[in-house]
């Protein structure tokens, strides 16, 4: 299996601006996390699906994020409009839960800059 | 509410030495816990975790773990390190149910970047 897959690697875009970063989870997995990392606030869970279905969002930080799950091989996270304060690094992490088997396997991440 | 506190944020040591990165948590819950390395632009990959059973944990590139619920502890070992072994380390938890379910969310410690000197 190629693992989780995120796309782009690296965004760099204008204050205001639309950004989408984008996940293939690992195929049969039926949990979807998406998490951010940053010096100030290290990694912090903000969303995760369960089947497809959001089942936690409280992490999301303001409406101006949001995360669809659409099917199991893919889900997005959105910022409209960005600001500055939301450069960061983005996982993407998924999961199987099966009994005593519980490991999340991250993606590469997406770094985003927000000018 | 859970959390999780590594008492260092950074532990520089000396190749072949042997090493120790502490992680205490609190949940008034049970709890599964886990120890991830991230290496420089990568993701975070999974070292070790402790769900249930013996409380020493051993996992991969010679690491171990030992589970100490009285001291709500998960401290992270190795005999021997190796340059290689540079990077951050991230203590985790996620809470379970009465029966043994976890519910996924991790929280995550604020990290301990291990530098391995020649």
């Known amino acids: 299996d190629a693992g989780v897959i995120q796309s782009p690697r690296h965004e760099v875009t204008e204050m205001g601006q639309e950004v989408t970063l984008r996940c293939k989870p690992i195929?049969?997995?039926?949990?979807l996390f998406w998490y951010r990392q940053t010096m100030m606030r290290g990694l912090e869970l903000l969303i995760y699906?369960?089947?497809?279905?959001?089942?936690?969002d409280s992490g999301m930080p303001e409406d101006r994020f949001s995360a669809k799950m659409p099917n199991a091989s893919f889900s997005t996270l959105k910022i409209q409009p960005s600001e500055p304060r939301d450069s960061a690094v983005y996982f993407c992490?998924?999961?199987?839960?099966?009994?005593?088997?519980?490991?999340?396997?991250f993606g590469p991440g997406t770094r985003l800059t927000v000018l | 509410a859970q959390s999780v506190t590594q008492l260092d944020s950074q532990v520089p040591v000396f190749e072949e030495a042997p090493v120790e990165l502490r992680c205490n948590y609190s949940?008034?819950?049970?709890?599964?816990l886990f120890w991830y390395v991230q290496y420089p632009n990568q993701g975070l990959q999974l070292l070790l975790k402790?769900?249930?059973?013996?409380?020493l944990v051993k996992g991969i590139n010679g690491f171990e773990a030992e589970f100490n619920k009285s001291q709500t502890s998960f401290h992270l070992r190795k005999p021997s390190v190796h340059i290689s072994d540079t990077a951050e380390y991230f203590c985790?938890?996620?809470?379970?149910?009465?029966?043994?379910?976890?519910?996924?969310?991790?929280?995550f410690g604020q990290g301990t970047i291990l530098t391995v000197h020649p």
């Open positions: 992490a998924s999961r199987l839960w099966e009994g005593n088997t519980d490991t999340q396997y």
């Open positions: 402790y769900l249930s059973g013996s409380t």
């Open positions: 699906f369960n089947n497809n279905v959001p089942i936690d």
């Open positions: 949940s008034s819950v049970s709890v599964y």
């Open positions: 195929s049969g997995h039926d949990y």
């Open positions: 985790a938890v996620s809470n379970t149910n009465a029966g043994g379910t976890s519910y996924g969310k991790l929280t």
